[in-house]
């Protein structure tokens, strides 16, 4: 099973803000929180990680709470193209730490 | 655009067909993967090669042969399979040899077992 919970979908308005929330209350010290998007018949695709600061990159923000057991995926000004399965994973993928499984995402829905 | 290329994009196979799945990764990568998404599932991971030597699988059935020959290229290799493994295999990388980092995935291979 999935070590995090997302809402199963939202919608968001096409240049508003998406804001996606994850909760992953187990999070432990050493382990990151990765988010991945997958568009219908792609490959999931990468987006953004972190450890317990606030990142950015061109792509989207990561809000973590200081107590580490929730992030919020911001997309500032979310586009059509943005449509898609949004997953938040904890953990690395070391052998040691064994499953860091996908669970079933959150659905983004950008309507016009 | 993506650095793991996944070949064939399609497969259609009879249950008594032997095929092969082909993965590689221009990202100079140390880690590769073997995932499934079956339809309205979630992904799940199959295979974990890390420097060529596989250290993962998943209870994953035989008829599902992994093959690693060199840390850019993966192989599944699939024989007499049934119609519930028709789904879409997903190979990944990632840079680190222990697997962490971020993940790079291939487009995947549609299969459909007849």
């Known amino acids: 099973d999935a070590k995090t919970t997302q809402p199963t979908s939202m919608d968001c308005a096409e240049g508003r803000a998406a804001n996606l929330p994850c909760n992953h209350s187990?999070?432990?010290?050493?382990?990151?929180v990765y988010w991945y998007r997958q568009i219908h018949s792609q490959g999931p695709q990468y987006i953004i990680h972190g450890l317990k600061n606030n990142e950015t990159n061109e792509m989207a923000s990561l809000i973590i709470t200081e107590d580490r057991k929730s992030s919020t995926l911001i997309l500032p000004h979310a586009t059509l193209r943005d449509t898609a399965v949004y997953y938040c994973i904890d953990g690395g993928f070391n052998t040691n730490a064994g499953k860091s499984t996908f669970g079933d995402g959150t659905t983004l829905t950008v309507k016009p | 655009e993506t650095g793991v290329t996944q070949t064939p994009r399609h497969l259609v196979m009879g249950m008594t067909n032997k095929k092969s799945l082909k993965c590689e990764q221009h990202l100079g990568h140390n880690a590769m993967y073997w995932y499934k998404q079956s339809a309205k599932k979630p992904l799940e991971l199959m295979f974990v090669?890390?420097?060529?030597?596989?250290?993962e699988n998943n209870s994953v059935p035989s008829r599902f042969s992994p093959e690693c020959p060199n840390s850019s290229h993966l192989f599944l290799h699939l024989h007499t399979l049934q119609p519930e493994d028709s789904a879409l295999y997903l190979c990944?990388?990632?840079?680190?040899?222990?697997?962490?980092?971020?993940?790079?995935f291939g487009n995947g291979t549609r299969l459909t077992v007849t």
């Open positions: 090669y890390s420097l060529e030597e596989r250290v």
């Open positions: 187990t999070i432990s010290g050493n382990e990151y």
């Open positions: 990944a990388s990632s840079q680190d040899r222990e697997g962490l980092g971020p993940l790079h």
